[in-house]
């Protein structure tokens, strides 16, 4: 079993849908999730992190947290055609660890369509 | 404020060689983060740096090193490289070390084994 799983790709959106990524992992104890963009030949982008349960908003962008199921999701909303790229879900190590050691998923290509 | 800056950008190598890649953090910000990223393998760890100090280790051979100055400016070494070596190197700061700490990527260094 991978240690972070992302579901697999490409994944291809009208202009102004929602574009919904998934993410598990299998490190119980891990405390910190972030999504990374990463457009081709370009290095990675953060453009979301969270730590509780819950639901966490940053413009057109969602992360959900479920730590009982081990799964964290991004929305995109109003997809647009800039937001094509691939998108990493990265796992920060758990309280007990330490260092900044992230464990990444291998990415969902998003293709969002004029 | 300036991001991370990575030197170089690009990079040729003959097997056998070795190289030295440098990473200035973001200013203000002690721990950096090596990654290697392959088409194959995704990203991964290398090591971490806080302090002068190597925080964690990924599960990559010895030729792989690296260090920290104590302007936080941090450097990774190659050794007798190998084909496989051909990779896009990134450095990631952070604040300080730990998990609850985002991490910014810089601009990457692309090197290429013949």
């Known amino acids: 079993q991978k240690e972070v799983e992302q579901n697999s790709g490409p994944l291809s959106v009208p202009e102004g849908a929602i574009a919904s990524l998934n993410c598990t992992y299998s490190?119980?104890?891990?405390?910190?999730f972030f999504w990374y963009r990463q457009y081709s030949g370009k290095s990675p982008e953060l453009i979301m992190s969270?730590?509780?349960?819950g639901d966490k908003e940053d413009g057109r962008f969602t992360a959900q947290l479920n730590k009982a199921s081990q799964y964290v999701s991004l929305l995109i909303r109003d997809s647009q055609p800039s937001d094509s790229a691939t998108y990493l879900c990265a796992v920060g190590p758990g309280k007990e660890t330490s260092g900044s050691r992230l464990t990444f998923g291998e990415g969902t290509q998003l293709t969002v369509n004029p | 404020k300036a991001g991370v800056t990575q030197t170089p950008r690009y990079l040729i190598k003959t097997r056998g060689q070795q190289v030295t890649l440098s990473c200035s953090p973001i200013s203000g910000h002690r721990s950096v983060s090596w990654y290697q990223q392959t088409p194959g393998q995704g990203l991964q760890f290398l090591f971490e740096?806080?302090?002068?100090?190597?925080?964690n280790k990924g599960n990559f051979p010895g030729r792989f090193s690296g260090r920290q100055f104590s302007n936080s400016r941090s450097e990774m070494n190659v050794s007798t490289l190998e084909l496989g070596d051909s990779a896009l190197y990134l450095c990631?700061?952070?604040?300080?070390?730990?998990?609850?700490?985002?991490?910014?990527f810089g601009p990457g260094t692309r090197l290429t084994v013949t």
């Open positions: 740096y806080f302090s002068e100090t190597q925080r």
């Open positions: 490190d119980r104890v891990s405390q910190s």
């Open positions: 969270i730590y509780s349960n």
């Open positions: 990631a700061s952070s604040f300080s070390a730990g998990g609850s700490y985002e991490q910014y």
